[in-house]
C-alpha cells in the first residue's frame, strides 16, 4: 500500500526536537522524505502498521499533528510532480 505521511511536530514544547528527530527517523525506516516532512511509503500492510503504531507512540497527540494520506494501488495515476526531484522507485530494493 502507497501512503503519504506528514506531520507536523512542536518543537516549541517539552521535548518537542526530540520528537521531531525521532518522528523523521522512523519515516526514513521506512520511506523516502519527499520534503521536509512530508514522506512516501510503500508497504505492506502489516509493516505500515507497525510503522503507524511507532508513530503515534512518539508523537504528542495534544500539540502535534500526523496525517496519513492512502493512494491505494494505482498510486502511480494519482501523483504529479514539478521541479526538482529525487529520483525514487518505492517499488525497488531498499537497503538498510
Do not use: P
Request: charge should be positive; proline fraction near 0%; hydrophobic fraction near 40%.
Amino acid at each position: 500500500m502507497f501512503v503519504v505521511i506528514t506531520y507536523d511536530v512542536n518543537v516549541e514544547s517539552e521535548g518537542g526536537k526530540q520528537r521531531l528527530r525521532r518522528v523523521a527517523k522512523a519515516c526514513v525506516d521506512y520511506g523516502q522524505r519527499v520534503q521536509n516532512s512530508v514522506f512516501e511509503v510503500n508497504l505492506d500492510y502489516g509493516k505500515f502498521i507497525l510503522l503507524k503504531d511507532r508513530l503515534l507512540r512518539l508523537i504528542d497527540r495534544e500539540k502535534d499533528n500526523l496525517r496519513f494520506y492512502y493512494l491505494g494501488n494505482h498510486w502511480k495515476d494519482k501523483i504529479e510532480q514539478f521541479g526538482v526531484s529525487q529520483k525514487y522507485d518505492s517499488e525497488g530494493l531498499l537497503l538498510f
